[in-house]
């Protein structure tokens, strides 16, 4: 059968069943158990994108804890669908999808002292985008006075594959949500403010997020952004 409707079969078992720095990690998938068809889908999910101007290795999930892999999951919420509600509290993203469900993503986070919460906008979003560091960060790290103009899109680039580029109130926060090919920063505080995802993950989100969609991010379990 075609491979989109291999998928979105698949995707169905699995609800049944239910600034930064890339890192040296080895290649590899680490199946589910045999013959699962959620095995399959985390195989497509986090597999290598040799397609991408930037060829993607693929995930390795030995680093990637299982409670943050991309999933469909409940979530009743009165936001619309295309809402991206993040958690920070416990390093998840949603995807508000509609009837009471979601769709799921790890994420890693900023550490204390570089983070931003509340409602804003995704006002636009980059497929391999340059990364031009904040002069306050520069300022902090003179080492990065070399970037001071932008850094050009690579699999080292610390925006990854993908970037949302979040707004409030018409100003750019500086803050975005973007790709990392660290998997073992997610679920940590590690970056200087942004919201980081796997790579693979970054791009299901592109793909699916709409410009101008409303994003939400909650600092403390219980937040109702305002």
């Known amino acids: 059968m075609p491979i989109t409707r291999r998928i979105f079969l698949l995707s169905g078992v699995g609800l049944a069943l239910s600034a930064c720095v890339q890192d040296g990690t080895e290649e590899g998938i680490v199946a ?23 060829p ?43 009837d009471g469900k979601a769709m799921r993503y790890g994420v890693g986070i900023g550490r204390d002292g570089f983070t931003w919460g509340g409602r804003g906008r995704i006002q636009y979003k980059r497929a391999w985008p340059r990364w031009t560091p904040p002069g306050e960060m520069i300022a902090r790290q003179p080492e990065l006075e070399k970037y001071r103009y932008g850094m050009d899109p690579a699999l080292d680039n610390p925006l990854g594959a993908r970037a ?26 590690v970056s200087s403010g942004c919201v980081r995802l796997v790579n693979q993950d970054i791009i299901d989100l592109y793909n699916r997020a709409r410009p101008g969609a409303t994003i939400i991010v909650r600092q403390r379990a219980g937040d109702e952004a305002a």
């Not at 497509?44 to 991408?52: F, L, T, V």
């Not at 991309?70 to 979530?75: G, H, P, T």
């Not at 979040?166 to 505080?189: C, E, K, P, V």
């Open 56 to 98: 993607i290795p693929a995930v390795n999930l030995k680093k990637l804890k299982p409670k943050y892999r991309r999933r469909i999951v409940d979530f009743p919420t009165a936001e619309i669908p295309g809402t991206i509600i993040v958690d920070t509290p416990n390093r998840f993203l949603y995807l508000v999808l509609g």
């Open 164 to 189: 949302l580029y979040i707004f409030q109130n018409g100003q750019d926060t500086l803050y975005r949500l973007h790709g990392t090919q660290d998997a073992a920063s997610i679920g940590r505080a």
């Open 32 to 54: 589910e158990p045999a013959g699962s068809g959620l095995a399959s889908l985390t195989n497509y999910s986090y597999g290598a994108r040799p397609d991408e101007p930037y």
